[in-house]
């Protein structure tokens, strides 16, 4: 038996969610409306799962880290809408385990629940998509550690690394910035190596850091390209 918690401000989402989750090997013991219920919740039923819309009204972020400071067994399924790159990353830094989206299949939030409980990591397919094409590898994730070096970085690419940050293609950037894709990539692998970092997710999470853009700024956007 799975104890599931429900975490969503929208009512109607926690109805069609109670739905999917009517069977034998899961236990729904809770539903919070905002990061406060959230927190009590996770204090009393101690559930082995929670399945999070953290952009509804009444969350943040934050409520994941503040639960898994009050018990660190407990998991965390982000279920939003699609997010951008550097959303994704900012969650699973700030302890989701799994992530899938809310048009997702009924088996998929069903699966993603159940292997999240067994402790593996689950992303529906689009999450998997966003994480291939901005080639987040997410187990460095964690790993992503920054000195007290001073970096210089020219104007070009703090506006990069801004862009790259806010889920943007290199083909994007090159559009917005009227430079060729090689140009581009050029500028991507030069910040890499001084920032020290291997990977699109250092890049965003330095972003975060230095307070290039916002976690939440972005956080409905979501690019097709």
Same mark, same amino acid.
């Given at each position: ?10 009512? +109607?989402? /926690?109805?069609?969610? /109670? &739905? ?15 990061? !406060? !219920? ?28 503040? %639960? =898994? #400071? ?14 951008? #790159?550097?959303? +994704? ?9 799994s992530y899938i989206?809310?048009?997702?299949? *009924? ?20 999450? +998997?998509?966003t994480i ?9 994730? !964690? ?12 104007? /070009? !690419? ?8 806010? %889920?943007?293609?290199? #083909? ?6 009227? *430079?060729?894709?090689? &140009?581009?990539? &050029?500028? /991507? ?6 920032? %020290?970092?291997?990977? &699109? ?15 939440? =700024?972005? +956080? ?6």
């Open positions: 038996m799975i104890n599931l918690l429900l975490a969503d401000s929208n009512e +109607l989402t /926690r109805v069609g969610l /109670r &739905t999917i989750f009517k069977d034998d090997i899961f236990q729904i013991i809770g539903e919070a409306t905002n990061s !406060e !219920e959230l927190l009590d919740q996770i204090k009393s039923f101690k559930p082995d799962v929670v399945l999070i819309d953290y952009t509804s009204d009444g969350f943040t972020i934050d409520a994941v880290p503040n %639960g =898994k #400071a009050i018990d660190d067994k407990v998991k965390f399924v982000g279920i939003t809408p699609l997010q951008d #790159a550097q959303t +994704l990353v900012h969650a699973i830094k700030s302890g989701v385990t989206k809310k048009d997702c299949s *009924l088996e998929e939030i069903k699966n993603a629940v159940v292997e999240t409980s067994n402790n593996n990591t689950f992303f529906c397919g689009t999450i +998997l998509e291939r094409k901005e080639d987040i590898n997410i187990e460095s994730i !964690e790993e992503v550690e920054f000195t007290c070096d001073p970096v210089v970085l020219s104007e /070009r !690419e703090q506006e990069i690394i801004t862009l790259i940050a806010e %889920g943007h293609t290199n #083909a994007v950037i090159s559009e917005k910035l009227f *430079l060729s894709k090689h &140009t581009v990539n &050029t500028h /991507r692998k030069n910040i890499m190596a001084k920032l %020290g970092v291997k990977n &699109t997710a250092g890049i965003v999470m330095y972003a975060i850091k230095e307070k290039f853009t916002s976690p939440n =700024k972005y +956080l409905f956007s979501a690019e097709s390209d």
